[in-house]
């Protein structure tokens, strides 16, 4: 099908990269006609004469084009480059919709700027989705997790389109099973907010997991195909995921002169931003997001390659070989990188609570789990149990404290710390995990070294501190020179 002069569409896209074709295939896959466009033209022949050939599927060479092709309320989802050809098409989208019709935008926007759109569009009189779409190429075509905030009353409108395409899990909260990766998930920037932390724990997950691999290969001196089996094992238990899967996968694969593929890619790593996005979130709102900080330093660390070559030559460290139980230890990074993991989750989840706080949003926190439960990169077993703590009390306040995985801390512990005790005694660096105990065991503590942070600063900024002996909110300054005066600061932070 190509141009047409009848509105017949169910939505319209424009982007046709790798995300926006394989969206458009699997709407047309699933009944749904689209009409499409693109800002370079010949893109939008090339898709309509290849994969979507006989399909019902729309090529449109205009804005214009584009919109009359689509049934009313129209429904427009752009997936391009996030930045300002999201704002410019929004721009050029407007002129052409009318009262109640629907921009969407799924790319990887960020939150702030979702915020600022979904506003601006509503001004006009029309309603704006911003939407995570997770699972790369093969998610889009497939059944991504889609995380849809914005103008609530936009969501029955794309609803049927958005929750047929995604992923399908067992574990509704009917127990049906295939329930959609995709529900809706609060006000204006929500979604995006929601997608910037999926990507923040990604990045947790995916350092936690290059941590064991390296303890594994440097403390135990295993190799590929003994990793590449203790990471299989791994994944037919609590840690079946898709990250554990493809670490088992790249572990044993050779290229065609019979060499593993995983020692011959340099040692560095780069960041994109959303990494970086959610840490600065939690440093704004002052949570403590320690682990995704801490993954996203480590690749910045990893990064410094020519000065650690140099570094290598020079600094010292232990050099010791390992010279416990080989099997016993195994299970130990096993269960240090379950604690983590868990840990690393209950600060995603503390963080958009705050979130939700800061910006007004009635969060699903049990529907995150279920849209994080497949069609992305960290889909796993294990947020199905996130969805059953919240299922039970959906006013949990952290995770830590629902019984199960509170028990599951609790099992895993011993190990956890004989793990990093051994790595710092073998000079292995595990940032992740050792952050990881540091927050477990600070938030468990009912009393923390703050008493002398506070007395410090009252020292040498005459900054007040409460007391523990009278009521919250009161505070005092203590002379401690004997030279001071009893003027405190309002201003002075350090
Ligand atoms: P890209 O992020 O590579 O964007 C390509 C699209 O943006 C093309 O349609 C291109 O048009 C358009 N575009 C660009 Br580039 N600059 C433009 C401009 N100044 N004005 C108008 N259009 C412009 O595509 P993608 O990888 O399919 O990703 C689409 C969105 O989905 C992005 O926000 C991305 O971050 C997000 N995302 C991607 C993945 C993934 O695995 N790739 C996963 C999840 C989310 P042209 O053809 O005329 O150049």
Not at 323 to 340: E, K, M, T, V
Not at 458 to 479: N, Q, S, V
Request: hydrophobic share 40%; with cysteine; charged share 20%.
């Amino acid at each position: 099908m190509s141009r047409v002069d009848i509105a017949q569409a169910d939505i319209g896209l424009i982007g046709l990269a790798v995300m926006g074709q394989n969206l458009v295939l699997n709407m047309e896959d699933h009944g749904f006609t689209v009409a499409v466009y693109n800002r370079t033209l010949s893109k939008v022949d090339d898709f309509i004469n290849g994969s979507a050939k006989g399909r019902n599927i729309i090529g449109a060479h205009s804005i214009e084009e584009l919109v009359g092709a689509l049934k009313k309320p129209r429904r427009v989802m752009m997936l391009v480059k996030a930045g300002q050809p999201v704002d410019d098409f929004i721009d050029l989208l407007i002129p052409h919709l009318e009262a109640g019709d629907i921009i969407i935008d799924g790319g990887n926007s960020n939150y702030n700027d979702t915020i600022r759109r979904t506003a601006y569009v509503e001004s006009k009189g029309l309603l704006y989705i911003g939407t995570g779409v997770s699972g790369g190429e093969e998610g889009a075509r497939h059944g991504p997790s889609i995380m849809p905030g914005g103008s609530t009353d936009a969501w029955p409108h794309v609803k049927p389109i958005f929750q047929a395409v995604a992923a399908k899990v067992e574990g509704g909260t009917d127990g049906s099973p295939s329930a959609p990766c995709c529900d809706w998930v609060g006000e204006n920037g929500a979604g995006h907010y929601v997608k910037m932390t999926h990507n923040g724990i990604e990045y947790g997950d995916m350092q936690l997991i290059c941590e064991a691999y390296y303890l594994m290969k440097e403390a135990l001196g295993m190799s590929n195909e003994e990793m590449h089996g203790t990471f299989a094992e791994w994944n037919r238990g609590k840690l079946d995921s898709y990250l554990i899967e493809i670490t088992r996968d790249i572990l044993g694969f050779r290229d065609e002169g019979g060499k593993y593929v995983i020692d011959l890619i340099l040692d560095t790593a780069g960041q994109k931003g959303t990494g970086k996005w959610t840490g600065i979130s939690a440093l704004d709102m002052g949570i403590p997001l320690t682990l995704i900080v801490e993954a996203v330093f480590a690749r910045c660390l990893s990064a410094l390659k020519d000065e650690r070559v140099v570094a290598s030559k020079v600094l010292s460290g232990p050099s010791l070989t390992f010279d416990g139980d080989r099997q016993a230890f195994i299970q130990d990074i096993h269960d240090a990188l379950y604690a983590s993991k868990i840990m690393s989750y209950t600060q995603g989840y503390m963080l958009m609570q705050a979130a939700a706080a800061e910006y007004g949003w009635n969060l699903n926190l049990g529907g995150i789990a279920l849209m994080w439960r497949g069609g992305c990169i960290i889909r796993s077993a294990f947020l199905g149990k996130i969805k059953e703590a919240f299922d039970k009390k959906p006013d949990l306040n952290n995770l830590l404290l629902d019984d199960y995985f509170r028990a599951e801390v609790e099992a895993a512990q011993p190990g956890w710390r004989r793990v990093i005790a051994k790595a710092v005694e073998m000079g292995v660096p595990v940032p992740a995990i050792s952050s990881a105990l540091a927050f477990y065991d600070g938030y468990r503590r009912e009393r923390l070294p703050a008493n002398l942070l506070q007395a410090q600063r009252d020292y040498f900024g005459a900054h007040t501190y409460e007391r523990i002996d009278r009521p919250r909110k009161e505070f005092f300054h203590t002379d401690w020179t004997g030279s001071g005066g009893d003027v405190t600061s309002t201003t002075y932070n350090a």
